[in-house]
């Protein structure tokens, strides 16, 4: 099946420290995106990445960090400057200039 | 003022009506409109997308859209208890690869049996 995958499906953080969340597209989307949504909110873009080993600032980076090393890979760090991580986390691609497809979300916990 | 208003909800109808959603929009450049609906605790899915002004169905779903008013619209006819979810507006410009997408903040709907 061709989609999009997150991982983990929840995860915990303490204090200080980094955790990386993990997201895979076999579907040979050229552009993936990270953002975040908190209750009642909408999406915010975080980073997003057009082609393998470039990537660029969304509205709210800072605290987050990138790489695209591989076409269908885009991970996301969230360290420990960011302040507020609690929120649930998602993961898209596009074809282009296209239409977004979002994988399954990681909810992301500080304990 | 955000970019993109959406009422938050709750919007909470019979099962069978038909359920009226909305966002507006300030900024003229925005050339496709998406909507997506969204279960709890998962990813947003894409219901329709449409570039031009005018209506667009697919099934029980209708997307409008009103560049004059910066206005568009998404109906869904003979709702049903499956159809309760947060249902988001998206809209963007067309450029090269990487499209950015201004989200509104979702309506959540309720239909009840």
């Given amino acids: ?111 | 003022q955000k970019e993109v208003e959406q009422d938050p909800g709750p919007l909470s109808v019979p099962e069978g009506a038909i359920v009226s959603l909305n966002c507006t929009y300030s900024n003229s450049a925005f050339q496709y409109f998406m909507w997506y609906r969204q279960y709890s605790r998962k990813g947003p899915e894409l219901l329709m997308y449409t570039y031009s002004s005018g209506n667009k169905e697919d099934g029980r779903f209708t997307a409008q859209v009103d560049k004059s008013s910066k206005y568009i619209s998404l109906f869904i006819r003979d709702s049903q208890p499956s159809d309760s979810a947060t249902y988001l507006c998206a809209m963007g410009v067309i450029k090269a690869a990487g499209n950015k997408l201004t989200f509104g903040g979702g309506t959540r709907v309720l239909v009840k049996p």
């Fill in chain 1, 1 to 111: 099946d061709g989609g999009i995958t997150q991982s983990p499906k929840y995860l915990f953080r303490k204090e200080g420290q980094n955790v990386t969340l993990s997201c895979e597209q076999n579907l040979n989307h050229d552009a993936m995106y990270w953002y975040r949504q908190d209750p009642g909110q909408g999406l915010r873009l975080i980073y997003y990445s057009q082609i393998v080993n470039d990537f660029q600032k969304g509205d709210i980076a800072e605290g987050y960090s990138v790489s695209r090393e591989k076409k269908e890979s885009f991970p996301l760090t969230v360290t420990s400057a960011q302040k507020n991580p609690t929120a649930f986390y998602l993961c898209a691609s596009s074809s282009g200039a296209s239409l977004q497809f979002f994988g399954p979300g990681t909810r992301l916990t500080v304990l």
